[in-house]
Nanobody
Framework: QVRIVESGGGLVQPGGSLRLSCAASGFAFSYAVMTWYHQAPGKERELVAA????????NYADSVKGRFTISRDNAKNRVYLQMNSLRPEDTGVYYC?????????WGQGTQVTVSS
């Protein structure tokens, strides 16, 4: 059974940092492309960051370049999103996604609120 569980969200002041974690099981994690998506209130889900299976390649949305860092630990079946210099517009639900052989696996998301 595929399971993806995000954690690490919370309330943070503008300029602060959070580290999101995604624990995956039930599929060949080390071969999957892993991504983080952000869904702001009332808006569509958008890709934030992606990392290739061997972590050789990372990609970021322009809005988070230089502030967010995606990483993975294939030995632990985990992917992380380090978020620095957070802004109010970063508020929303962050979802972890695994893509492998045409199948996409989603978690339930973790809420991030950036507010003073």
């Amino acid at each position: 059974q595929v399971r993806i569980v995000e954690s690490g969200g919370g309330l943070v002041q503008p300029g602060g940092s959070l580290r999101l974690s995604c624990a995956a099981s039930g599929f060949a994690f080390s071969y999957a492309v892993m991504t983080w998506y952000h869904q702001a209130p009332g808006k569509e889900r958008e890709l934030v960051a992606a990392i290739s299976s061997a972590a050789a390649t990372t990609n970021y949305a322009d809005s988070v370049k230089g502030r967010f860092t995606i990483s993975r630990d294939n030995a632990k079946n985990r992917v992380y999103l380090q978020m620095n210099s957070l802004r109010p517009e970063d508020t929303g639900v962050y979802y972890c996604n695994g893509y492998l052989f045409g199948s996409a696996y989603w978690g339930q998301g973790t809420q991030v609120t950036v507010s003073s």
